[in-house]
């Protein structure tokens, strides 16, 4: 008999825990079979990923996965054979209780955030009693082989190096968001939190040789491009130019259309781990914004997956990627750090999609819990 999961999400910054969990949720159910309860304590926030979702319902079935929404005292039914507690979002007491009374145990697992820093393999899977008696692990996803893995659906390269190589469905894709591309045109999404080095990139980009057709989804980041442009508003379906330069803004999309998005682009920018981690699987260059973090915590993070990532490039493109990596992040001018990029751009676009493709040798996410579970009942 297949066991249940219950997977926990708090919606902390705009969707970035909703959309791991979510995506999670959907895996377990469509190439696991499993059942599967998402509680979540934003229905809104959910419902823009999954717009077909009810944004008031208490319950309700979606893609096979039941969607629970979590709010006031606990009255929900027995606990879940699997407890996933995303992120760190602390469970209800009486869900605790729940399951420290339940007859049959229950594997609790806190699905920790992504990083490639190298303490995480040491404490992947490592357990913590807590003070009702229960054991809670700590699970961690990862780059290297002694970590949970990566979020990566069964045929999600497949999926992805095939619309690679169909120009017509790129084409109808883009269409499908009202985007028009000139020939010889860069193609560039941006994801971003606000951004005091937006404004170099985007002067640099205006007066660059090559035309650059920016596609901007609905997010924070619309402030920043409104002052640059000078206009009073952007709104989705907008197309501003300046010089070499066009944005144009994009609704609020779905996952799978944000994935199709990243895989039409040229270069992704990307914010937080959701985006972040499906940009690396479209195998094209990307510019990584990280969630900042109390007293620069961040920057240890950034640089540890810097430092993996550019391990097999050669040194003038690891260098270029480094350094606009760093002037994005700290928010300085941008423009000499996107020049010299563009320098080693055909280098670092047979990176991408090679370090995407080596990054499937290790066995995904949703599978590694599997595993997890099923050792774990070998010993308990």
């Known amino acids: 008999m297949k066991p249940s999961w219950d997977i926990f999400c708090s919606v902390v910054d705009n969707y970035g825990d909703i959309g791991v969990t979510w995506r999670l949720a959907r895996q377990l159910v469509a190439e696991h079979a499993q059942a599967v309860r998402l509680w979540v304590d934003d229905l809104p926030a959910f419902a823009r990923l999954c717009p077909q979702a009810d944004p008031h319902a208490a319950q309700q079935c979606q893609q096979g996965v039941q969607i629970c929404q979590w709010s006031g005292p606990w009255l929900a039914p027995e606990p879940a054979d699997v407890v996933v507690e995303a992120f760190a979002c602390q469970l209800p007491a009486g869900y605790i209780a729940a399951m420290a009374a339940r007859s049959t145990k229950v594997l609790w697992l806190n699905l920790e955030y992504l990083s490639a820093e190298?303490?995480?393999?040491?404490?992947?899977?490592?357990?913590?009693?807590?003070?009702?008696?229960?054991?809670?692990?700590?699970?961690?996803?990862?780059?290297?082989?002694?970590?949970?893995?990566?979020?990566?659906?069964r045929e999600l390269l497949d999926?992805?190096?095939?619309?690679?190589?169909?120009?017509?469905?790129?084409?109808?894709?883009?269409?499908?968001?009202?985007?028009?591309?000139?020939?010889?045109?860069?193609?560039?999404?941006?994801?971003?939190?606000?951004?005091?080095?937006l404004a170099s990139w985007l002067q640099a980009l205006s007066v660059d040789p090559q035309p650059s057709l920016l596609?901007?989804?609905?997010?924070?980041?619309?402030?920043?491009?409104?002052?640059?442009?000078?206009?009073?508003?952007l709104r989705a379906g907008e197309r501003q130019s300046r010089g070499a330069l066009t944005v144009q803004v994009l609704p609020f999309m779905t996952q799978d259309a944000y994935d199709r998005l990243l895989w039409s682009c040229d270069l992704n920018a990307v914010r937080g781990e959701d985006?972040?981690?499906?940009?690396?699987?479209?195998?094209?260059?990307?510019?990584?914004?990280?969630?900042?973090?109390?007293?620069?915590?961040?920057?240890d993070k950034l640089e540890a997956f810097l430092a993996l990532y550019q391990q097999t490039l050669a040194p003038g493109a690891a260098q270029a990627l480094g350094h606009l990596w760093q002037a994005w992040n700290a928010q300085e001018d941008m423009a000499a750090a996107w020049t010299a990029l563009l320098e080693q751009w055909p280098t670092l676009s047979e990176h991408a999609e090679r370090w995407a493709v080596q990054q499937t040798v290790q066995a995904d996410l949703a599978s590694q819990l599997l595993v997890f579970h099923q050792q774990w009942l070998q010993k308990v």
């Open 118 to 153: 190298q303490w995480v393999g040491g404490c992947h899977g490592l357990p913590s009693l807590q003070s009702t008696g229960l054991q809670k692990f700590f699970f961690f996803p990862g780059f290297t082989g002694d970590t949970g893995g990566l979020l990566r659906e």
């Open 159 to 197: 999926q992805r190096q095939a619309f690679q190589t169909d120009g017509r469905a790129r084409q109808a894709f883009l269409q499908s968001l009202g985007v028009q591309v000139a020939p010889h045109t860069r193609l560039i999404s941006l994801f971003a939190y606000e951004n005091a080095g």
């Open 215 to 233: 596609l901007v989804p609905e997010g924070r980041i619309l402030g920043d491009l409104t002052r640059w442009l000078e206009v009073a508003t």
């Open 275 to 299: 985006s972040f981690l499906r940009a690396l699987w479209a195998g094209r260059p990307l510019l990584w914004q990280i969630y900042p973090q109390a007293e620069g915590a961040h920057w």
